[in-house]
């Protein structure tokens, strides 16, 4: 990289600019806008102004900063002067090729407490899961999975139709298949509306993500406790609302909490403890009737189990870096990425350049003219009184209205809403949670093991990619299944149809596992800028979970009236209709994105430029590569760094800059 020390600052694009209008795709670091000769100052600056010195000293600040401006650049300057440390080499080597076994004391123990608090939200789940309609005589012969939600419809007074194909309601209970139905999807309902949106109150009042996780676990315990002393339909109605707003509270919390304490290159691979954890809570939960065979309270209040283990474990570990530098506490923050990172060279790194991103982050939510000209092609070093106005006047309802106001906000708003929809289209749920529901039509008996469904994980490639292939792999097993149903008449069952139905639902839960299963709570709790993470989360879990209910509450009445292969060829359709979705409006998070930060330049460009890329560059190389085998082309990126010629200061930089400022400001009228 070129020294900086003589470069105007007109020569970049203006930091509002590439954070709303961002068509060219520039991504870019902030530090680099400040000259080297400077840079000391400014650090110093920060370092003075915020009482550091108890925790750092100057120097490695310093240092820290310059690594986060140009690793290679420092690595060289540090090795021709000596200075950089065997450990300081050893621990900048080993961040490069580290796993998660590797890592630090301090993740293994969040990614420890991250892990429990997935098995709570998904050991719930199959006490939620729908009955398949069967008579009191014959639930020995059912699966276990099952068995809780079989009986205490019949103890409390309600009267399910048996599972046949258009069987006629109970004489004098034509609606308890829908207070049955309600009773379950309750959770999800409550999550949506109620439970996801206490995420950004719970992290404010309860200080930090810490907090939040303990009061969405107390939520759970509470109504696991009360589950097992119902007697009526009504009272664990009431129970299950409160589980579900445990439940919504923890989806959106605890993936934001992974995401921001996880090294870059590892935060895929950490963020699929969600989804593997709440895969391990369903199986628990599932093998829970065989434990105890006798008394369905224990059975679907057993999650207290795992909710008091997290009650216990949340406040072993560290509170959220990115959180603590929000809310201007940086000697925390440091304390923390010191444990985190196991080395203050790589803490203050970090530190610098959250801090400095967060700074220019702050440009979305400036109100006047003035202040975003006075903050246009430099890093803003804001004076904490302004930072602190600009952040303090955005209240929960203000937060809540700037997810769609704000066009770098109302990209990521829409990305997360498509692939939280995705999941739910994908039809994934109709087995996972109707196990019992589907499968009574083709065997009278049989152990449904839905809900040890293995989530995979992720591996390093693109979200938006995985989510894709994904999507696409489904859509053939989705019909195979579906017509794998008729290879016995209605209401009848052969070995041929058992067979058929389990291997192409096996294929199809290898295809879900690695993207649809992965990619949407990840995807989701990265994407959102640091201001507006929390109810930019809180928003996505609502849609997953009000996609979640809607289908706890219509599918069972939906496949008595037309039979399953009508309804896995309609998912079918829904799946191949998020395929297309996705495609066209879900940003990708290539892998040489890697950090948080680097977001609010990806979701800078608009909606339109990203459509118009994926119709005219991306699907005609795609023709060309694939389908002509023309090779040799290659497919111009959206996304890109700053270049080295950008950072220089001569003269046909100037003009070059000037022309793509002028070309760029075409777009921003009507961005989307």
Known sequence: MGHQSRQSPTNRLPFQQLLQHNDLGIIENPLRRIPEDDLNTYIESFHGDNNLGKVVDIATLVRGARLARDEEAFVAQQLVEESLTEVEQAALDKEKRTSIWTETREIKIILLICCVGSVVQGWPRVQTVEAD??????????????????????????????????????????????????????????????????????????????????????FTFTASIGEAFTHRWQTLFACRFLLGIGMGAKSSVIPIYESEVSLARLRGQILTSWQTGTALGIAISGAIPLIATSGWQFQISSSFIPALALLLLVYVGSESPRWLIKKQRYDEAYIVLSRLRGNPLLAARDLTFIWAQLQVETTLFLRTDRDIINLENRIPYLDPQIYRREIGLLGYGKRITQLFTIPRARRATLASFLVMTAQQMSGVNVFAFLASTLFAHSADTGDSDKGSLDKGSLRLMGRRWLLMLSLAAMFPLLLATAFSFKAAPLNATTPLQQGLVATFLVLYTMAYSPGAGVVPFLYSSEIFPQVLREVGMAWSSAVCWLGAGILDLCVPALISKIHQTKVLCLFAGLDALALCLVWLFVPGTERQIATMEEMNYVFGVATRRHMQYQVKEVAPWCYDHYIRRRRGVDLAPLYRYASAKEETNDDTDDSSTQDEQANAGKHQDGAA
């Open 133 to 218: 309609f069967a008579d009191p005589k014959d639930l020995q012969t059912q699966g276990a999975i099952v068995a809780p939600n079989q009986r205490w419809p019949g103890e409390f007074g309600l009267k399910i139709p048996p599972n046949q194909l258009n069987a006629p309601e109970p004489k004098g209970h034509s609606g308890d298949i829908w207070l049955f139905s309600a009773t379950n999807a309750i959770v999800y309902f409550a999550a949506s509306s109620v439970g996801a949106f206490l995420c950004d109150p719970l992290t404010e009042i309860f200080v930090g993500r810490r907090g939040a996780i303990f009061v969405a676990a107390l």
